[in-house]
């Protein structure tokens, strides 16, 4: 695995970022050139528990002023308040996205709770380990690491197998049009999950483990919240 932090600019221009390839009606993802860009491996699993500094994780930890990057309690907070203030003048276009949001509000919690709790451990997690943020060798097609350090702190290895799962198990990107015609693929699924327990068995609790398939939703709802929660207060992070 090579560490991200290392890669120059020079080193970049033989890799390749997933978003660069293309997906769509295919049963793997190719590059414009025809390189296979499917081999999102253990390594990349390895990765985002590996990019981490200790010392970065311990310190913000103890940080009185330290917030968790996911946590879908302030999130269903954050779409709430913006509901109710309705700075865009949009909630009433959006009333049966709302609506959908509160019928699964539940899924919040599930992993939320337990870790307020303790019953989940707090461990070094990316917090935004979507496939967009994965290099690729432009040659191999293999993934080479994790990128995008700026959201790594203290959270869930869930969250991060979660977005693995959102992002990684459909042949489509999601910023590719209407949502209707996203799946999910579960030969994919299978693939992403034998790589990430493969690596990740050694230190997951069966608390952990028990919540996995469950990663995959809480994530979908959590990333739905907040892009609702921009499009009710006018577009000002999504673009």
Same mark, same amino acid.
């Given at each position: 695995? /090579?560490?991200?932090? =290392?890669? *120059?600019?020079?080193?970049? %221009?033989? !890799?390749?970022? +997933? @978003?660069?390839?293309?997906?769509?009606?295919?049963?793997?993802?190719?590059?414009?050139?025809?390189?296979?860009?499917?081999?999102?491996?253990?390594? /990349?699993?390895?990765? =985002?528990? *590996?990019?981490?500094?200790? %010392?970065? !994780?311990?310190? +913000? @930890?103890?940080?009185?002023?330290?917030?968790?990057?996911?946590?879908?309690?302030?999130?269903?907070?954050?779409?709430?308040?913006?509901?109710?203030?309705?700075?865009?003048?949009?909630?009433?276009?959006?009333?049966?996205?709302?609506?959908?949001?509160?019928?699964?509000?539940?899924?919040?919690?599930?992993?939320?709770?337990?870790?307020?709790?303790?019953?989940?451990?707090?461990?070094?997690?990316?917090?935004?380990?979507?496939?967009?943020?994965?290099?690729?060798?432009?040659?191999?097609?293999?993934?080479?690491?994790?990128?995008?350090?700026?959201?790594?702190?203290?959270?869930?290895?869930?969250?991060?197998?979660?977005?693995?799962?959102?992002?990684?198990?459909?042949?489509?990107?999601?910023?590719?049009?209407?949502?209707?015609?996203?799946?999910?693929?579960?030969?994919?699924?299978?693939?992403?999950?034998?790589?990430?327990?493969?690596?990740a068995r050694s230190f997951l609790t069966p608390a952990e483990t028990a919540l996995l398939t469950t990663a995959g939703r809480v994530i979908t709802f959590e990333q739905g919240v907040?892009?609702?929660?921009?499009?009710?207060?006018?577009?000002?992070?999504?673009?």
């Amino acid at each position: 695995m /090579v560490p991200a932090a =290392i890669l *120059s600019r020079s080193s970049c %221009s033989r !890799f390749r970022r +997933a @978003a660069d390839c293309s997906a769509a009606g295919a049963s793997r993802a190719v590059s414009p050139e025809g390189r296979d860009c499917t081999n999102v491996s253990a390594s /990349v699993s390895r990765g =985002i528990v *590996s990019s981490a500094v200790e %010392s970065v !994780f311990h310190a +913000a @930890a103890k940080s009185p002023d330290w917030k968790p990057a996911i946590c879908s309690r302030i999130s269903l907070k954050s779409l709430r308040d913006a509901a109710v203030r309705n700075p865009a003048g949009r909630v009433a276009h959006a009333r049966d996205e709302l609506a959908r949001m509160t019928r699964h509000e539940g899924l919040a919690g599930l992993i939320q709770q337990p870790l307020d709790a303790g019953v989940l451990p707090l461990r070094i997690a990316h917090n935004d380990a979507k496939i967009a943020n994965v290099l690729f060798d432009a040659d191999s097609g293999k993934a080479i690491c994790v990128v995008d350090l700026d959201t790594v702190m203290p959270g869930s290895p869930l969250h991060d197998f979660g977005d693995m799962m959102r992002s990684m198990t459909s042949h489509r990107r999601e910023d590719q049009g209407d949502s209707a015609e996203a799946s999910l693929d579960l030969a994919l699924f299978e693939a992403r999950a034998d790589g990430y327990g493969g690596e990740a068995r050694s230190f997951l609790t069966p608390a952990e483990t028990a919540l996995l398939t469950t990663a995959g939703r809480v994530i979908t709802f959590e990333q739905g919240v907040r892009f609702l929660t921009d499009y009710l207060l006018g577009d000002v992070y999504y673009r």
